[in-house]
């Protein structure tokens, strides 16, 4: 997939990185680059504030392991995505009244796209398929494992309504993704909140960029490309059974880009 305006990813994240190593003399604790465009259509990169929308970025030595691993992977659409994951996450668990370990959402928010991605796409489904390569990163990290199989469920899972049953780090890994993807419910979201992460981490044409992304992946791992069994019987056996295309729930999400 070609990445949107005329500096490529590779060089974008160069410039990023030689930006962040001349203000880190300057600043202390975790600069995440968020990535914006310009109205020439050119990408940019600026610094953002250690917390959008009154939620502070986690800054720990593991989170800023998984940015940049996430970073260095993620074409900017994506790893933006990632970013207001974790912040739709945390705001719709604040909203319902949720207690959670922002570390651990964190991680697994920055890192629920993995299997999305050239360096670690494969034949599983690619929330399996990017739960595995976030595992195995945090083991070599020497992250808990006990914390690390939390990870791994938020990840596994978030594409799956049985997210929604499991503990609040699983769940609102799904809440979070699902807001950015489909909209946020504006009762558990402020817009103004909503309008600050769009700030801070755009949308870089996502709604685009995140279906091409998908069929890419599905043309080379059409084995990893699963549905529920119930899917299959109904199309096969039930000729009123009409399932809603997910292209077209994406579509319509409301954000203009």
């Avoid at 190593?21 to 680059?33: E, K």
């Avoid at 469920?153 to 503990?167: C, E, L, V």
């Avoid at 069994?229 to 056996?237: A, L, N």
């Amino acid at each position: 997939m070609q990445v949107i305006g005329t500096m490529n990813r590779r060089s974008l994240l160069t410039t990023l990185g030689a930006y962040l190593c001349g203000l880190m003399g300057q600043h202390s604790g975790q600069l995440i680059p968020a990535v914006s465009q310009t109205s020439e259509g050119k990408l940019s990169a600026s610094v953002i504030a250690r917390s959008v929308a009154g939620v502070r970025i986690v800054d720990t030595k593991i989170a800023r392991a998984a940015t940049d691993l996430s970073q260095s992977v993620c074409p900017p659409y994506l790893f933006n995505h990632a970013m207001r994951t974790f912040l739709y996450g945390s705001l719709v668990g604040r909203a319902l009244g949720q207690r959670y370990d922002e570390e651990t959402l964190y991680l697994a928010c920055i890192l629920h796209d993995l299997g999305l991605t050239e360096r670690f796409a494969g034949d599983l489904p690619f929330e399996i398929q990017g739960a595995e390569a976030a595992k195995r990163f945090l083991s070599e990290q020497g992250y808990a494992q006990a914390h690390a199989e939390i990870v791994w469920d938020g990840i596994a899972m978030h594409a799956s309504a049985i997210s929604g049953f499991k503990r609040s780090e699983i769940a609102l890994v799904g809440e979070g993704a699902g807001a950015d993807v489909l909209g946020p419910d504006f009762s558990q979201v402020k817009k103004a909140d909503s309008d600050a992460i769009l700030q801070a981490f755009p949308r870089l044409k996502f709604k685009d960029a995140f279906i091409k992304t998908c069929v890419e992946i599905i043309q080379k791992h059409p084995r990893g490309a699963s549905r529920s069994f119930m899917r299959d019987i109904g199309e096969r056996y039930v000729p009123s059974y009409h399932p809603r295309n997910f292209c077209d729930l994406v579509a319509q999400a409301p954000f203009d880009e």
